[in-house]
Nanobody, 119 residues
Framework: QVQLVESGGGLVQPGGSLRLSCAAS??????????MGWYRQAPGKQRELVAT???????NYADSVKGRFTVSGDNAKNTVYLQMDSLKPEDTAVYYC???????????WGQGTQVTVSS
């Protein structure tokens, strides 16, 4: 089974940028076998979908992040990224990487990385 490890979170001022990484290991290449996504959960709120990238590279975004966030993947590094620009205080949350195995329909989650947008 795949292990997902997020990194890149931190404290950033409004209008700033961060790039989150999700490194996959333990199950070969995720590309072509998993649909990958980024979710986030703010204090007191439900976990919500932020962005997804399919096995063929199709991307989809929540309305709240369209035009500001970009999801991408690097096959050689077996890693998925979330580039976050023009960050707002309401983007503050724990961000989780998710992988859906396309054959078994099993979901895998990383441990999460904290993103705080504050002046």
């Amino acid at each position: 089974q795949v292990q997902l490890v997020e990194s890149g979170g931190g404290l950033v001022q409004p209008g700033g940028s961060l790039r989150l990484s999700c490194a996959a290991s333990g199950s070969g290449s995720i590309f072509g076998r998993y649909a990958m996504g980024w979710y986030r959960q703010a204090p007191g709120k439900q976990r919500e979908l932020v962005a997804t990238i399919t096995s063929i590279g199709t991307t989809n975004y929540a309305d709240s992040v369209k035009g500001r966030f970009t999801v991408s993947g690097d096959n050689a590094k077996n890693t998925v990224y979330l580039q976050m620009d023009s960050l707002k205080p309401e983007d503050t949350a724990v961000y989780y990487c998710n992988g859906l195995h396309l054959l078994t329909r099993t979901w895998y989650w990383g441990q999460g990385t904290q993103v705080t947008v504050s002046s």
